[in-house]
DNA sequence: AGTAATAAGTCAAGACACTTGACTTAATGA
DNA sequence: TCATTAAGTCAAGTGTCTTGACTTATTACT
């Protein structure tokens, strides 16, 4: 009769985390309208002047907020509006891609004050850590030089690399990514540098970049095609980074199409790795991105066929996302050449019939994000700072509190 | 200069809010264990002893929950668990189906009262407005009928129907389903019936059904497949049904195949409609479903030959599933007869490989659900019950205090 | 038996964060 | 000039959780 069964329950909440909630629902209404006075976000938030005065004394007592020139909008007091503090907090972001990694430094808002990056030397994480390890500590220390107390402000370092994770692998990566993607990392990372650590995928971390600073700037319902190496979606969802159980959700390069009697991942139809091997080039090559670019912008013959068969499995990826998450908007992005995505884009149009054809639409069904070779490791960085100022439920829980 | 651009924010919270979250969550840490003492509720919830009992004293008083015998677990004092009280509050569940209408009364831990369905004439809304406010008032009073203060403790009219919402049809559904969904249900039935009125699609409702009595009881993350007239899934996602912008999110049946040069939507190959065409029977016969479960039960030849068909578009489907959701597990339910159900369940193993096999998994990768022609109607009722008692971010915010 | 140990649950005071309502400040418009 | 309007502050009030001591009830040990 003396049953031990774990008790399973949620996390209860108190006054700690009521006014976590509302400083988080304060800098999310900063970031999303820009500048506003204490009477605007008194409004804004449903809560009293008093509350939020109090509030944002606090913040800008943390050096989070500003107040900014009175504003004379007719009768009445003029406003004083206060706003965001870019060096109010950093954080580190970091890629790890299969041949390469990039570290960055980001501020408040979203503004890369640091990068760097380094080429991973074959043979998986017994090779590739001190590497890693040495850039995030270069990355951190020219920070320090940059802005006064950098280190304070640091809310911690976000890594991202290619997915899934926990999951038993085909073993056909020439690029050890399964070997980093068993490798404890972020018991590794942590041990390292001291720092808070997150891990996402990388079509995770490009949809982060994308909320924070990005096409799904506001959205709460946004999901990121993303075109790299691999291709993945990035989930947001009720204005969350949505993981899944494992932190896989999104894997879309996973998904089995059926063709001709046989299964293929859409990774290998349409993603970078198929384009580089459509045009039979190294995928290691230190000049491949200018070079994709140029051909992308001549409108090289050999690249059309890719983007023209590209844009079939993408259209229909497309179609599938609207029709399975119904999204306000789907962005497309990629750590690949601007000018191929652009190519993507011209190609994929116009899309499926979906679900996402509604009345009240506003936003277009799809939009271009950032093609940047650094958006993944920016959006690794934003991954920290929205876990530390964007309204959560889970951060408003008890076990979540310990600040 | 006048910019009357509007602010956006999320809600602040307050005390309300905070005490609002603690009494869901201890009505869910009820739900998912079972009878707790205050205790073991404070252990769980991370709250003091004094707070849970100020909260379960007034659970108690509101009539949500009992004490038990009190339990001797070794030394100390006995204690004395505290459960649900099922007729605490009462939900009607509404299902409107192409040529049927059912409605349910279901208390608070989710048992079924009261059940009773009516055919739906042709002619969509203007029609069959009348025989739903009919039977909703019918079941009403029957409840009424059963236990007291049935009304003071009625939080609200859960309705469900086939989606997509609000998207431009194509115009072929010959039960004027189309005509529904155009159809201003909300205020109609709540003008009708002075309740509070939800509404979501099939699917969601039998996922909402799963998650309070069925195979996603405490989950935070599963995927119901639902393979009823047409198909569509029902998503849990961090702990709560997921929506998204429009409310179609999971309306799978609207993906579209390609296969031998030709677009075909999924809902065309695998649903009982499909079935029906293809055993060449008519959707509106009353005694439909005895004949598809005897058909299923003999195994028969021509029903065979869809179910075969029907898994392969399955098995591809929850193999999608989880690549995309990342579940814990997936529930295959339907408002279809049991031993269909079976015999799909059984034709669908071996599942495809996916990111589902994952290292740390204890759950099947995919689970039979209720496979039960009042499954939708109780899911649709399990959701003003969700909305009212399960912990959930939006309530907790300043503006969804009402109460 | 008798007593120490253990655990549930209560009591009463305290702390914290939001709310209330009156008040001050500073602008515009008639 | 002065009523009106709106931003923002002050100080007391309120609701909810926390704290720490205390009571109650049972088992385990001597």
Same mark, same amino acid.
């Given at each position: 009769m003396n049953d031990i069964r774990p008790i399973r329950a949620k996390s209860g909440t108190n006054h700690e985390g009521t006014s976590a909630h509302n400083r988080r629902v304060m800098i999310d209404a900063l970031r999303i309208n820009g500048a506003l006075s204490r009477a605007d976000l008194a409004r804004a938030t449903r809560l009293t002047k008093q509350t939020v005065s109090n509030i944002i004394e606090e913040l800008e007592r943390d050096g989070l907020v500003s107040s900014q020139e009175a504003v004379r909008r007719g009768r009445g007091q003029p406003s004083t509006p206060y706003g965001l503090v870019p060096e109010g907090a950093f954080a580190i972001g970091l890629q790890i891609d299969r041949h390469v990694t990039r570290a960055v430094a980001v501020d408040l808002v979203g503004s890369v004050l640091v990068r760097d990056e380094a080429g991973l030397p074959p043979g998986g994480p017994s090779n590739g850590t001190k590497v890693i390890l040495d850039l995030v500590a270069g990355v951190r220390s020219k920070l320090a030089g940059i802005v006064q107390q950098s280190e304070k402000r640091l809310v911690g370092l976000g890594a991202a690399m290619p997915g899934p994770f926990g999951v038993a692998g085909?073993? +056909?990566? *020439?690029?050890m990514m399964e070997a980093w993607q068993k490798f404890p990392l972020l018991e590794t990372l942590t041990a390292g540098t001291g720092l808070d650590v997150g891990l996402q995928n990388d079509a995770a971390a490009a949809a982060t970049a994308e909320r924070m600073v990005g096409a799904?700037? %506001?959205? +709460?319902h946004a999901v990121c095609l993303f075109v790299g190496y691999g291709i993945g979606a990035g989930l947001i969802l009720n204005g969350e980074l949505y993981r899944g159980t494992n932190g896989n959700? %999104?894997?879309? %390069?996973?998904a089995l199409l059926f063709a001709d009697g046989k299964s293929t991942p859409l990774e290998h139809r349409a993603s970078l790795a198929s384009l580089y091997q459509h045009l039979s080039? +190294? *995928?290691? +090559? *230190?000049g491949l991105y200018a070079r994709i670019n140029d051909l992308a912008l001549r409108g090289d013959q050999s690249i059309h066929a890719w983007v023209e068969a590209a844009a079939v499995d993408l259209r229909w990826s497309i179609h599938l996302l609207e029709t399975l998450f119904d999204p306000q908007t789907v962005i497309l992005c990629g750590s690949a050449p601007e000018a191929l995505v652009n190519r993507l884009i011209a190609a994929i149009g116009p899309l499926l019939p979906s679900i996402a054809q509604h009345r009240g639409r506003t936003l277009p069904r799809l939009q271009p994000g950032m093609a940047d070779p650094w958006s993944v490791a920016l959006g690794a960085a934003a991954g920290p700072i929205s876990r530390a100022f964007d309204p959560r439920f889970a951060a408003i829980l008890k076990d979540s509190l310990q600040s």
């Open positions: 085909s073993g +056909d990566d *020439p690029w799904a700037h %506001g959205l +709460d959700a %999104g894997e879309i %390069g996973m080039i +190294d *995928p290691a +090559d *230190p």
